[in-house]
């Protein structure tokens, strides 16, 4: 992949350079590559030549006053909540910040964006750079962020099929709005065939319990992971993340009915972080609780 390349020893880790008081939480996701940090930074000046990752601020809060600086570009103003500022991997930069910043970090390793681009068929994959952004709102980047943030703050709260559908969709999503260089994606019509999507319901079946990741139900189709979730869904109607879930939910009704198992077992026995992961889908797809359904009985 095309860098910016200043000299190598001056390019730092960003995660390095982080206050440790800063951060609430860190989580780096099972794409590996990908670290995500929950940070409430005081007022401060933060001067570096340049990070060896791509870095990501999502900012939850307002601000009075930012001073931005990437590359040759300068932001200088109030910020809102919601607002993104993108800094490319091997650009200088420099922020300074009147009021204390609650915000989500992302940090990307280049090598990962430039493998998602190859894996999805990118037609300018060796030739990609982000753009430096000083100052966007995007709601899609806002829905990510909520999404990331619930995860880490509900540990295992979606498991390995859930964690790897919402990186990739990040991850493409800054491949779409953020390079340097454009190029379309190929689309794929039509769904999986009738043995691919047999091989694929037969791995899910049998594995539906246990933390299933999306890439080994993508294997059994020969497919990235983006390629099969898009194909899955025309062939299936809701997503690969949608169907594990919804087959748990019938497995937990089963064992509700026919046996004296608590709970607590049974969110575990269908492949359920806890007893409150069940009840939150159970209810979303029942419109009662497991106890109430199993009192009704």
């Keep these: 992949m095309t860098q910016h390349s200043p000299s190598p020893q001056l390019a730092i880790d960003p995660l390095e350079h982080f206050k440790d008081e800063w951060i609430l939480t860190r989580k780096e996701f099972n794409t590996k590559g990908l670290t995500v940090n929950h940070v409430i930074a005081d007022p401060d000046d933060s001067d570096t030549p340049s990070y060896n990752k791509h870095l990501l601020c999502f900012q939850f809060n307002p601000g009075t006053r930012q001073v931005t600086r990437i590359g040759n570009k300068e932001y200088d103003g109030p910020t809102k909540s919601g607002s993104v500022f993108l800094l490319p991997a091997y650009t200088p930069a420099f922020w300074h910040f009147e009021t204390t910043d609650e915000a989500l970090i992302f940090t990307i390793e280049p090598s990962l964006l430039h493998r998602v681009a190859l894996e999805n068929d990118h037609p300018k994959a060796d030739y990609l750079e982000l753009r430096n952004i000083l100052y966007t709102q995007d709601p899609k980047l806002a ?16 498991g390995k099929i859930y964690l790897e559908s919402i990186s990739n969709l990040f ?41 299933i990741s999306l890439e080994a139900i993508a294997q059994q189709a020969g497919l990235s992971k983006y390629y099969f979730s898009q194909m899955f869904k025309q062939s299936i109607g809701v997503s690969p993340y949608q169907y594990v879930l919804q087959l748990r939910v019938e497995k937990a009704k089963t064992l509700l009915k026919q046996t004296q198992m608590s709970i607590t077992d049974i969110a575990l026995e269908c492949g359920f972080a806890n007893q409150s992961h069940l009840s939150r889908h159970f209810r979303m797809r029942m419109g009662v609780s497991p106890k109430m359904y199993r009192n009704q009985l």
Excluded at 143 to 158: K, P, S, V, Y
């Design 143 to 158: 829905r990510f962020a909520a999404d990331f943030l619930h995860e880490m703050q509900t540990e295992g709260f979606g």
């Design 171 to 211: 991850l493409i999503h800054l491949l779409r709005q953020y390079c340097t260089v454009e190029g379309k994606f190929k689309r794929y019509e039509g769904g999986l065939s009738k043995y691919k999507l047999d091989k694929v319901l037969a791995y899910i079946h049998t594995y539906q319990s246990s933390d």
